[in-house]
């Protein structure tokens, strides 16, 4: 059986955490097993469907490197595969569905059905839902209701009886009573749009779906589907749900946990090989040790029997480290690539880049490169060797412990180290530095930090000698001026 398997997502919202994850999984079981990922955009929800969110699909994919075999701007021999350009299809399978006895048209119009819903909760009755008034018309009673000009929906007949179960490849067999599954659902509405169980799985079929790999919430629709398939005579594909991502507190992960589109990711500066490598770790793993996957790779040892029924667990911080270890594998030259576009959003560099901020970005990549974390940071931690800066607040100056007389002190001794730093290198300034440090009865750090947001404007920057010397003697000498002239006028 060659595998065939499909990512389906509504173009209701941005593309988020969970849904990449399961376009992931599938699209790597395809690959590790020769077989087609398929792209199908489920847009029967219309009033929610907008285009921002389908032009984020496509753009989400093409970040990650997820390429289908068919779907939109792809073909296929089972197309259209946008779920609006298949109505007539759905109607016709619909129709045949009441033709064969296995559903039924409904005449009940909301006004009804609003007031059942109400009867039923004031009464707190066991029955709750549509109460199958239509199931059983006469073809008299059906005319009538037409005669009204009502336009009826198509309910499928669910047994009253029996149990009805699937068998999923990561839970094992799950079954429920038919008197528990929701009583007639509606497969096609008045207004010709299908439900989305009738869609999703006449889709499945007639498109060749062998393998159903999707979220652990849609086990509940799985008797449902079962009993569809039944009604329409097809035998149902493999299904295996997956274990759902979870917050580091234990709760479904949203919004309230941080940002899960990955756009936002996208933007912030992560790599798409790192945000493929961590997601696809969220509830698979080829083994207890081994972290660092390339898409190539995953695209080989992927296998649904590595796939676990815990919960996955998204870290934030974890995915933040793996970006960080990514960057520090890309070359310089690549990396420049990558973070030029970030400076240049954000205002520190406007093109064209002149040659001298050339050779400062080229000086620069070898400090930073261990210490980015996101591509995005790169705009903070260096704009001051581009820009000027603005002398920060006299109090952010200041060690713990220290007052503003003794900074203004060392500062002081900080110019004159820095006016004489031209040829030493960092172990002659360290030892320096550290011989300034005793005599001044401070820690070395209490020296570093004020004359790094003198210079840099930031408690967080390359390293200082480093940031010195990128940024030159002439500037950095102004500043720690300024600084010290600042300073003096509160000290008095």
Known sequence: MSVRVRYAPSPTGLQHIGGV?????NYFFARANGGTFILRI????QERSHEEALEDLYETLAWLGIDWDEGPGRGGDYGPYVQSQRFELYRSYAQQ??????AYYCYCTPQRLDALREEQQQKKSRMQGYDRHCRDLTEEQRSAYAAQGITPVIRLKVPLEGKTTFHDE?????????TDISPDPVLLKSDGFPTYHLANVIDDHLMGITHIMRAQEWIPSGPLHILLYEAFGWDPPKYCHLPMVMGKDGQKLSKRHGSTAVRDFRRAGYLPEAVVNYISL???SYDDKTEFFTREELEKVFSLEKINKAPGVFDYKKLLWFNGQYIRQ????QLKELILPYLIADGVLQEPITAQQQEV???MIPIIHERLRLLGDVSEMTRFLFQDIPTAESAAFIPKKLDMKKTLEILHTGRQMVEQMDGKD???LETQYREAAAELEVKLGDIMMPLRVAVTGSTISPPLFESLRLLGSEKSLDRLDRAITQISKEVG
């Open 21 to 25: 994850r399961t376009a992931l999984f």
């Open 42 to 45: 489920e847009d029967t929800d």
């Open 97 to 102: 569905l009441v033709a064969d006895g296995k």
């Open 170 to 178: 990561l839970m094992g067999d799950i079954t429920r009573k038919n």
């Open 282 to 284: 969220l509830g698979w």
């Open 330 to 333: 890309k070359p310089a030259e």
């Open 361 to 363: 970005i080229d000086r």
């Open 426 to 428: 960092d172990a002659e």
